[in-house]
């Protein structure tokens, strides 16, 4: 039987809240009265304005631009919580910031991404719920789609060829890989394409769009090996820099995105369609609170 872990309390800060707002929707709740504003200098100011004692605690904040801000927000409601006795604080990060620097790939480099695990930790939460790439409601996008055409599925790169073999299973369809050399930070050049293209509609599958110059480059390689159509689609829309200039200007048909980033309504472009992560994430809250298992919703 499963056990309830005190009544749902949902916060947020000022990264996502149209997010927050469906994921109450769907879980039936108002959402926690908070403020979460400025002092004339800078610093953060957070002002709760219900009892949470004993509750169930819920912040629901991606760290997505302004990556700093958001985190400090988001540390600060933690803090905030702790002290005021919630039963249990959980940290729902959609977008975590930080994330690619996972690793040290050079000498005296940071592992930025433990650096921000510890300070979720040290704030006082008692867990972190995020979104990597396995995003249902992408694969439900396409699965209508799919059905009209030959399709193919592929990887931009040979370190996403699990994240897209999961993917194309789910689909039933085969995949292709792009071989590219990236020179530095935000620059790839496209080397090689493994696998079948030629005549097939394409579906290019990533976790982070960031400066687009990945899924951009790749798409239209695939275009000049003969590939039909080519779609995009990623979990985090970043989209930063010349992001939107390039998706605008390349061969990509649409670009599909979730809402773990909130997009800007002047990057709201025509190839860019957005699908909602709420009813994931309003999904694992309600396992979460009852004690039951989260890992169930991907089997």
Do not use: W
Request: net charge negative; hydrophobic share 40%.
């Amino acid at each position: 039987m499963s056990t309830v872990n005190g009544d749902i309390v949902v916060f947020t800060g000022n990264s996502n809240t149209s997010l927050v707002d469906k994921i109450c929707e769907n879980l039936g709740i108002d959402k926690g009265k908070c403020t979460v504003s400025t002092f004339s200098d800078g610093e953060i100011s957070i002002d709760i304005g219900i009892s949470v004692r004993g509750k169930d605690a819920f912040i629901i904040q991606s760290t997505s631009s302004p990556v700093n801000d958001n985190l400090m927000e988001l540390l600060i409601l933690i803090d905030a919580l702790k002290r005021a006795s919630a039963g249990r604080i959980n940290a729902v990060i959609p977008y975590y910031g930080y994330a690619r620097q996972d690793r040290k790939t050079k000498a005296r480099e940071p592992i930025t991404s433990k650096l921000v695990a510890d300070l979720l930790t040290k704030a006082g939460a008692d867990r972190v719920v995020a979104m990597d790439l396995h995003a249902g409601q992408i694969q439900g996008y396409f699965k209508d789609i799919v059905k009209e055409d030959d399709f193919v599925v592929v990887s931009p790169d040979l370190g996403g060829v699990t994240r897209t073999r999961k993917f194309a299973n789910e689909l039933n369809l085969p995949i292709a890989i792009i071989e590219k050399r990236r020179p530095k930070a935000n620059v790839s050049e496209v080397m090689n394409i493994i696998g079948d293209v030629d005549g097939k509609s394409v579906i290019l599958v990533d976790d982070i769009a960031d400066t687009a110059g990945t899924i951009t480059q790749a798409a239209d390689a695939l275009k000049a090996k003969g590939a039909k159509y080519v779609y995009g689609a990623a979990t985090h829309g970043v989209l930063s820099g010349p992001a939107i200039e390039r998706i605008k200007n390349s061969s990509l048909e649409k670009f599909v995105i979730t809402d773990t980033i909130e997009l800007p309504e002047e990057k709201n472009i025509d190839k860019i369609d957005v699908v909602s992560v709420a009813p994931i994430f309003a999904s694992a809250i309600r396992r979460i609170n009852t004690s039951t298992s989260v890992s169930e919703m991907f089997e």
